[in-house]
């Protein structure tokens, strides 16, 4: 049987600051459950320990506010392996809903090709990183009466992002703007967008 002092150093490493385990648990007394879920009942943390260490487990304080203190037996590195998982799950979600979010770029009817580049440079940017883009046309006083003048500007637009992009929404009005919603090509089959391209020849 490994040494209880061997034993508390190798079980220290990588320890939360929020879970007090093993040796690091202060109070004279705990409530222990075991690794099954079982209630053991009120025992002296050094008892504790000694059982956890032999099963091969550890003590792990994790009802610090109870009187005594909740610890349970289990096997530390999972259970914050198992946490860290579920962390970096949640993470991904949340990465994966922001990226769905509609992001949206903004173009003047009177663009010149220089900026109107830089703001296609952008919309790609943005699809690939997962993002769905709004590119949006501002009419400004009497240009809302030219709305092909716009449609010129969405269909350069689509021109340059050739068929890094599909599109999910067809341009239409928003008010004083020409809008289309436009999508990554992930190159696989989709029965939602059609390719920019059918927007520069239509």
Same mark, same amino acid.
Request: aromatic residues 4%; contains cysteine; proline residues 4%.
């Given at each position: 049987?490994?040494?209880?002092?061997?034993?508390?150093?190798?079980?220290?490493?990588?320890?939360?600051?929020?879970?007090?385990?093993?040796?690091?648990?202060?109070?004279?007394?705990?409530?222990?459950?075991?690794?099954? /879920?079982?209630?053991?009942?009120?025992?002296?943390?050094?008892?504790?320990?000694?059982?956890?260490?032999?099963? /091969?487990?550890?003590?792990?304080?994790?009802?610090?506010?109870?009187?005594?203190?909740?610890?349970?037996?289990?096997?530390?590195?999972?259970?914050?392996?198992?946490?860290?998982?579920?962390?970096?799950?949640?993470?991904?979600?949340?990465?994966?809903?922001?990226?769905?979010?509609?992001?949206?770029?903004?173009?003047?009817?009177?663009?010149?090709? *220089?900026?109107?580049?830089?703001?296609?440079?952008?919309?790609?940017?943005?699809?690939?990183?997962?993002?769905?883009?709004?590119?949006?046309?501002?009419?400004?006083?009497?240009?809302?009466? *030219?709305?092909?003048? /716009?449609?010129?500007?969405?269909?350069?637009?689509?021109?340059?992002?050739?068929?890094?992009?599909?599109?999910?929404?067809?341009?239409?009005?928003?008010?004083?703007?020409?809008?289309?919603?436009?999508?990554?090509?992930?190159?696989?089959?989709?029965?939602?967008?059609?390719?920019?391209?059918?927007?520069?020849?239509?």
């Amino acid at each position: 049987m490994i040494c209880t002092k061997i034993f508390s150093v190798s079980r220290s490493i990588n320890i939360a600051k929020d879970y007090r385990v093993n040796q690091r648990v202060k109070v004279p007394e705990v409530r222990l459950v075991d690794e099954k /879920g079982n209630q053991l009942g009120v025992k002296s943390v050094r008892d504790a320990i000694t059982l956890a260490e032999g099963r /091969g487990l550890d003590l792990v304080e994790v009802a610090p506010s109870a009187s005594p203190p909740v610890c349970r037996i289990m096997d530390y590195g999972r259970f914050r392996y198992e946490i860290d998982r579920k962390e970096r799950n949640a993470r991904k979600v949340q990465k994966a809903k922001s990226n769905t979010e509609i992001r949206e770029v903004r173009l003047k009817t009177r663009i010149s090709v *220089h900026d109107r580049t830089s703001k296609s440079n952008q919309v790609k940017r943005l699809l690939t990183e997962g993002a769905k883009v709004k590119v949006s046309v501002m009419f400004r006083g009497r240009e809302i009466t *030219h709305p092909e003048v /716009g449609m010129e500007v969405l269909k350069a637009v689509a021109k340059d992002l050739g068929e890094e992009a599909l599109v999910e929404k067809a341009p239409s009005f928003e008010g004083r703007f020409l809008t289309m919603v436009l999508i990554p090509n992930r190159q696989k089959p989709n029965t939602t967008g059609q390719s920019t391209a059918s927007l520069v020849t239509s």
